[in-house]
């Protein structure tokens, strides 16, 4: 019995360097999250804006079923919920084009275009671009683009 109240005696805690290492530790991870954390967050209010597209395109779509023929903000906004009131957006249809969207938010995709490989010009996305970034397609790079890829990685 004396022993273990000698044994329980002598501890000390830590001591400074292993407080230090734990924090230089906590400081890596903190390091390596927050910027994952803050992709995620812009990720995901991409997403949501193109979801918001895709909102509108199918609303449009009904609304040509019922009859409509010009896909103004005006007439669908009834086959339209979910987008924000300040949001203004539009629809569009041509043979050669077919499916296109143009809605205010779309100005604040960054990360998508890249990734993705969709185009977004004077707020306004095609239907098949708009379905390959919801699906999360990302495109299969050209013969030329992986070389690219490889000089740029061994000249460094």
């Not at 991870?29 to 954390?37: E, G, K, L, V």
């Not at 040509?64 to 203004?88: D, M």
């Not at 683009?145 to 740029?152: G, I, L, P, S, W």
């Amino acid at each position: 019995m004396q022993k273990r109240m000698k044994l329980l005696k002598n501890q000390k805690g830590m001591t400074l360097v292993e407080l230090l290492a734990v924090l230089v530790i906590l400081g890596i991870i903190a390091a390596i999250a927050i910027p994952m954390i803050g992709n995620t967050i812009k990720d995901s209010k991409e997403k949501a804006i193109l979801a918001d597209a895709q909102t509108i395109l199918s609303g449009a779509k009904i609304a040509q079923a019922n009859g409509v023929k010009e896909f103004t903000q005006n007439n669908i906004k009834e086959y339209v919920e979910g987008v924000p009131a300040e949001a203004t957006y539009s629809v569009s249809y041509s043979e050669d084009k077919g499916w296109e969207v143009t809605y205010s938010e779309l100005k604040n995709i960054e990360r998508a275009k890249t990734r993705y490989g969709i185009t977004i010009t004077d707020n306004t996305i095609t239907a098949s671009d708009l379905s390959k970034a919801l699906k999360g397609e990302v495109p299969t790079p050209t013969t030329q683009e992986k070389k690219n890829r490889a000089v740029t990685f061994n000249s460094n």
